[in-house]
């Protein structure tokens, strides 16, 4: 909310693009401490699990989330409170297994929100399906496109995964009509 504070007043001003952050959250066990001598100081925090939690930071701007969390962190929060939805799995550098990763979507604009909550259930089923049956899972996230289109939505996750499945030769006839996905 601050930042979209800060970048009214940098639109109102000047015009620039507005500054954008992502957040990476995952549950873990961490070492934490002070090093240093008196002169300088520092506080650092060791572990696979920090590692991995800066990995997800970095996968926010690829799924076009504001905030993607882990299934440990996704599992401890009320769906109630903290919108969330699937929005696949990640093997990231330094991890041996895929886990799967949660698009936190409370703080995202209302109408985003609406559509999220609204298609949600599809969405997390044509997402489980990409790697059992490519192809339908294509067209279900073809028909939710055009129709978050139509109601003038960017779904920033849902084109990209659109975009991998047509970079794997589905939905390559763009019988749709929706274009280019950029």
């Known amino acids: 909310v601050a930042v979209e504070a800060l970048n009214l007043g940098i639109i109102s001003k000047n015009g620039e693009l507005p ?26 925090m060791f572990a696979p699990d920090v590692n991995f939690a800066s990995r997800l930071e970095a996968l926010t701007k690829s799924f076009g989330v504001k905030i993607l969390a882990s299934v440990d962190v996704v599992n401890q929060i009320s769906p109630d409170i903290f919108l969330n939805r699937y929005v696949g799995q990640v093997q990231v550098k330094g991890s041996t297994v895929p886990v799967a990763v949660h698009d936190v979507f409370q703080i995202d604009t209302l109408e985003l929100k609406k559509f999220k909550i609204a298609n949600k259930i599809e969405f997390e089923a044509a997402i489980r399906l990409i790697d059992i049956d490519a192809e339908t899972s294509f067209r279900t996230l073809e028909r939710m496109l055009v129709k978050a289109r139509s109601d003038g939505i960017h779904d920033a996750a849902l084109e990209m995964h659109l975009k991998r499945l047509e970079s794997l030769g589905y939905g390559g006839d763009n019988e749709s009509g929706l274009g280019d996905l950029d």
């Open 19 to 44: 500054i954008r952050i992502g957040v990476g959250i995952h549950h873990g066990v961490v070492v934490a401490g002070v090093f240093g001598d008196a002169q300088r100081l520092s506080v650092s």
